[in-house]
C-alpha cells in the first residue's frame, strides 16, 4: 500500500499570500488529520476531517482552514500568510479507531 | 487539559548503551491512548507504539520496550543496545480513547547515538 502522500513537499511564500497544501490518505483511509510543527511550539493539531465533514479543530485562527473530498484527500488553505506560519505541515491518515499513519510533510517558508 | 511533558530535550549516548526516554502525560479523561512517534532527519513521523490506559502491561518490541505506570502518569520508552540508526527526535503523545485523531504531542527528546 502506498504511504501517506504531500505536495508539495517545499513551499516559498511571501508575507500576505495564500497557500494551500495537498494531502492523500493511504487508500482506505476516511480520517485525515492535519499537524503544524514549529521549533518553538512543537507539534500542534490543526484539524481532522472524516467523510468530509471537520470532526476537530485546534486552537488555531480562521486563517487556517481545510476542506476533505469524496476520496478523502484532503487541502488545508492558510491565507494571509505571516511570518511564523513557516513550519513543517504534517498530515495523518488513519482507518476508523488506529493508529495515525503520517505523511513527509510540506516544509512551508513565509518570507 | 491534557498535556504531555518530555523533560530530555537532548541526549547523546554512546552506541550498544541502554537509554530510557521519560514521558510524563496529565489528562482528566478516564481513557485514553498514549503514543510514542520517531522522527529521523527525513522529517515523517514514524508510529512506535499506541497504549491504551487500560492496560497497563509493559511491551517490549525487539530493542524497544514500553513501561507504562498509571500512578505516576509517565509512560517511558526504553532503547536497549542502541545503534546510530536510532539516532532521531522521539515524541510522546497522548489523546482521548474517544477522540484519538486529535493528538497532543511533547515537545520530543532528541537522541544522539555517537559511534
Known amino acids: 500500500k502506498a504511504g501517506v502522500t504531500q505536495t508539495p513537499r517545499y513551499l516559498i511564500k511571501t508575507r500576505g499570500q495564500q497557500v494551500t497544501l495537498s494531502c492523500s490518505p493511504i487508500?482506505?483511509?476516511?480520517?485525515v488529520s492535519w499537524y503544524q510543527q514549529t521549533p518553538g511550539q512543537g507539534l500542534q493539531f490543526l484539524f481532522e476531517?472524516?467523510?468530509?465533514?471537520?470532526?476537530n479543530k485546534g486552537n488555531f485562527p480562521g486563517r487556517f482552514s481545510g476542506r476533505q473530498f469524496s476520496n478523502s484527500r484532503s487541502e488545508m488553505n492558510v491565507s494571509t500568510l505571516e511570518l511564523g506560519d513557516s513550519a513543517l505541515y504534517l498530515c495523518?491518515?488513519?482507518?476508523?479507531?488506529?493508529?495515525?499513519?503520517f505523511g513527509p510533510g510540506t516544509r512551508l517558508t513565509v518570507l | 487539559a491534557q498535556k504531555v511533558t518530555q523533560a530530555q530535550t537532548e541526549i547523546s549516548v554512546v552506541e550498544k548503551e541502554d537509554v530510557t526516554l521519560d514521558c510524563v502525560y496529565e489528562?482528566?479523561?478516564?481513557?485514553?491512548?498514549l503514543f510514542w512517534y520517531k522522527q529521523p532527519p527525513s522529517g515523517e513521523l514514524v508510529f512506535l507504539i499506541r497504549?491504551?490506559?487500560?492496560?497497563?502491561q509493559n511491551e517490549i518490541s525487539g530493542r524497544y520496550s514500553w513501561n507504562f505506570q498509571k500512578s505516576t502518569s509517565s509512560f517511558n520508552f526504553t532503547i536497549t543496545a542502541s545503534q546510530v540508526v536510532d539516532s532521531a527526535v522521539y515524541f510522546c503523545?497522548?489523546?482521548?480513547?474517544?477522540?484519538?485523531?486529535?493528538?497532543?504531542f511533547g515537545k520530543g527528546t532528541r537522541l544522539h547515538i555517537l559511534p
Open positions: 495523518a491518515s488513519s482507518p476508523p479507531g488506529n493508529e495515525q499513519f
Open positions: 487508500s482506505g483511509h476516511r480520517s
Open positions: 476531517y472524516f467523510s468530509e465533514t471537520q470532526r
Open positions: 489528562t482528566r479523561d478516564t481513557t485514553y491512548y
Open positions: 497504549r491504551n490506559s487500560f492496560d497497563e
Open positions: 503523545a497522548l489523546s482521548d480513547a474517544n477522540r484519538d485523531d486529535k493528538i497532543i
